[in-house]
């Protein structure tokens, strides 16, 4: 039955508006509308059709693409209405039958990806302030109702049948996958003895009793729906800080040539081990200096090193994802001149209340957020010839574990790291602590001994006497630690690594989005491989058969 | 090869020092030092032999025993010193061919009981003032280091072999299950980067290194480390402010009378329905008036109301998630006078810094977060003749659904509700807050009103409006709503049903407990199920039969 172990070609995150099949973006003024009307004819895989509005990864992939362009190529959008273009159905959640069909690791992933871009959007409305609001013109079922939960403001059709509802645990006997159990009781405060009840009822509410329920903010006559969305809209817009008579930059095509064993992007190069199960991503400095302004920045577009090189990082960390399973082990490398990332790093600092600055940099923490959840071991190499600076060197805090040369090699010369104020609040983990307030939560002082080297050149003692990286073997050694590393990590069970660093990654504080990372995600991990859910007569795979499913009885 | 499904005999969590087969007891003043000598040939089960101090159920039946005799039983002890008395080894963890043979089910409760057991040792520590450290004279292996960990201070020996070690992810393909990857990070803040490198290092950690990444706290020499453990308890005793010249009061064995679908406690009555697949505890009101004073409550010792009763819910507790696994859904009844439980309340609010009072209340607040971490369904029903007064009414908020009878049925007087002041302050759920706080999250204004209505009658009305229950049918729809609620939720996947409300049932923030139970143990299950451990060919099956696991190679 597993038929999409993976999609018979490997999936690509690359797109644009043109050639979108589910999704349109229409712009009026301050007000964009992200119309959804998914093309049943266009699933990513064969087997399934995507009826009612209902999704799979394809769709995702353009949502997440939209949002993204909505940021930067359009600074004059403050709000975003996300509504359907199919009468009375706003979206019916992931589609069930690619659910049944999908393989488990595919299903996981698939979660993974939508819950990163709901998060996404909630990202977008409260800090690029392009606020997302739904306009719900009709039903909002499981994954529906919980991608209009990622939005700030729900407006229900008053139609007579439009209801939003999480029929996942009656229905088909899983949880509702992308942050939904969450984002009731934790966001919208839904009292848990009611949510419990919401969650129960596979047609779900409407009218009063879900405003009364901060299920939704507002029902809305069938008579007056648009044009009070409107209204909210507009209302919304004024609020928002994003600039006036600004343009955008608009997001080229990222370039790829995929050979055997390599992908090869302008600034990034990632090389893949079959034998020794590693990817190993080779980050590469600018080529050149600096903008000297903001105004030189934009017109770099998106061929500033920063973004261009973030873009990068993004795509190739998806395209691991989804395309490469097995390789368990992704190798973080530099190469390059450093001394030229420090100009760029000044640029950005100085200028975060700058839109597209701030849309850089949240685009880098959203990236650096992606490693800080994947489900593959990290670490970092520095090497000689490395250029661990700046917003590089915060992927050092990122890693599981680093590594760097004491010492210089093949007369190659010694390695040096260099932190920039990036790694001191920009960049924050889903936690919402910096990496290296993470790090060092047992270590106040060693926190603040880190922010005063900043700018300075570190050697490898020095790294790791201010306890910046995990290790730091001479010549002699680097070599046969490296192998016996790898190794090492490549004979281990990849289930229990997956578990294992999920759970020393993010020490401290906890939030909404380590709430769906940490403890959603792996509830539902857990009662995906249920034979409840995924078994021959579990409910996901019996949804639409006519036949009831049979679930064993143990609590467990 | 799934032996373990349930022990042969259904487990009894009634046990008394003079019985303890693993452990024992030994109180010199205030220090008291708690001796694991684990008989191997006493397993729970048959299958395996509880080799090098390896642990099963039935070992850690006998710890929590022990852990909550030393806080009523011995008022005098301020210290408590886990140790070993078997030669080089303090603890090998659990045992690994029981895991091996376990059910899922069983390995997953497991799990659960020893955490709230660890959990317990801490709530000692750090609110009974009964401190407890690690003797640690010999190696501490897994769940052996995990044990230790929950203790606030951790001396290992220094022979040139003793160790502590976190090997459950490279030997087994599991996660260390008793809370050692969260309290590494959390609790003892040990960075990231190292924590990763311990938990795949088989052998484990001594020495300076150790010390120095804060895995313990000391090193000390074999020759020294008697004579240091009495020191640093001796030390740590003058800290504690447990009384001195007090007595203890005993903890005599809970009466327990089983019949088919019945069981009998002098407080509380558990029906089980198999057919419906629901048990119901019905916890009935005192039987005489609240004593006096303190000195009076002392003299009652065990039979004191709220301690008895507590004691008695506990205990079922216990019974039901080990026992009775295809039970899905616990209610919870009270029954009787309601009029008298208010002095009880009132005498425990008003001595809360007595120690026994706090011992009291303690327990409470612990028993009432094993019905917060239980995966089973849980309502309440407020009937007539029921008495949801003061300790009891906090139950209300403990459970999934509250329904309270609207008006009279039968002639018989409306039940009505009684809030004490017990809901706001010392009953604690695991994520820190009262189970008000996190029911009122999204409404300040609900939580004052609520304060305010403290020791007033409240009818099913006034308790709906001041959203202290989730339904109030009256008698004409009482029994089909009921009725219909039962079978629903009796339809629905138990897996499901387990996922969502652990989610649900936490909001707001997140402590170690929360971490423990909602993130660690969610992954852990999943992990358990995957064939890299639990398959034929997994890690846990073939541990000790010299063949090595083969494991799948995707990463998810």
């Known amino acids: 039955m597993d038929m999409i172990q993976q999609p018979a070609s490997a999936l690509d995150f690359r797109t644009t508006p043109e050639n979108y099949k589910h999704w349109s973006i229409s712009i009026e003024g301050p007000v964009a509308r992200l119309i959804m009307a998914i093309d049943e004819d266009s699933p990513s895989a064969a087997g399934y059709e995507l009826k009612l509005n209902s999704y799979d990864i394809g769709v995702d992939i353009e949502l997440y693409d939209a949002v993204q362009r909505l940021r930067f190529e359009h600074p004059e959008v403050r709000v975003v209405v996300i509504t359907s273009g199919i009468e009375g159905m706003f979206c019916a959640g992931a589609n069930i039958r690619m659910l049944g069909l999908s393989s488990h690791s595919h299903k996981v992933n698939f979660c993974k990806f939508t819950n990163e871009t709901r998060n996404s959007i909630e990202d977008a409305s409260n800090f690029s302030r392009q606020t997302y609001i739904s306009a719900l013109n009709g039903t909002a079922a499981g994954g529906g109702y919980e991608l209009a939960l990622a939005t700030e403001y729900l407006m229900l059709i008053d139609d007579g049948n439009a209801a939003v509802s999480l029929p996942e645990v009656p229905l088909l006997a899983v949880l509702p996958g992308t942050g939904g159990l969450t984002r009731i009781v934790d966001k919208r405060k839904v009292r848990r003895d009611l949510a419990d009840v ?4 596979e047609e779900g509410m409407k009218g009063k009793r879900a405003v009364d329920w901060r299920l939704i903010d507002e029902m ?27 343009n955008g930059i608009r997001l080229e095509r990222i370039e790829r040539v995929e050979e055997d064993d390599v992908i090869r992007y302008p600034h990034v190069l990632v090389s893949l081990d079959r034998t020794a199960r590693t990817a190993t991503m080779e980050i590469q400095a600018p080529a050149s200096d600096a903008p000297v302004d903001v105004v030189a920045l934009k017109e770099e577009g998106a061929k500033f090193w920063p973004l261009a090189v973030i873009r990068e990082i993004d795509d190739a960390l998806l395209h691991l994802r989804f395309n490469e399973p ?4 992704l190798i973080i490398k530099t190469s390059g001149d450093g001394s030229r990332i420090a ?3 000044d640029l950005l600092v100085a200028n975060q209340d700058n839109w597209l600055v701030r849309e850089i940099l949240l685009y880098m923490q959203r990236t650096y957020k992606r490693l800080d959840v994947t489900s593959r071991t990290t670490f970092a190499f520095v090497e000689p010839g490395s250029c661990f600076v700046g917003m590089l060197a915060d992927l050092l805090f990122a890693v599981d574990r680093s590594y760097m040369l004491d010492g210089q090699m093949d007369d190659r010369p010694a390695p ?13 983990m ?7 307030e993470t790090r060092f939560l047992g270590e106040s002082d060693s926190l603040k001994n880190a922010h005063a080297l900043v700018g300075q050149q570190l050697d490898a003692q020095a790294a790791l006497d201010a306890g910046l990286i995990t290790y730091a073997p001479d010549d002699i050694d680097w070599e046969d630690e490296i192998r016996l590393l790898l190794e090492e990590r490549a004979s281990f069970s990849p289930d229990a690594l997956t578990g294992m660093e999920a759970n020393l990654r993010f020490a401290g504080p906890e939030t909404l989005e380590t709430k769906i990372f940490g403890r959603l995600s792996a509830w539902q991990n857990w009662i995906f491989q249920r034979p409840n859910a995924a078994g021959e007569s579990g409910a996901l795979k019996l949804y639409g058969t006519g036949r009831r499913a049979v679930y064993e009885r143990g609590r467990v």
Chains 1, 2 share one sequence.
């Open 343 to 345: 100009a760029y790093d």
């Open 198 to 201: 919401f969650c129960t009822v």
């Open 430 to 436: 889903p936690n919402g602590l910096t990496r290296l």
């Open 326 to 329: 097995t390789l368990g082990t």
């Open 416 to 428: 040096e790291i260099c932190l920039s104020e990036l790694s001191f609040g920009a960049l924050r």
């Open 220 to 246: 809305v006559p069938r008579s007056k729906f648009d044009a009070r969305v409107t209204e909210k809209a507009t209302e919304l817009a004024v609020e928002s800080d994003r600039p006036k008579g600004e």
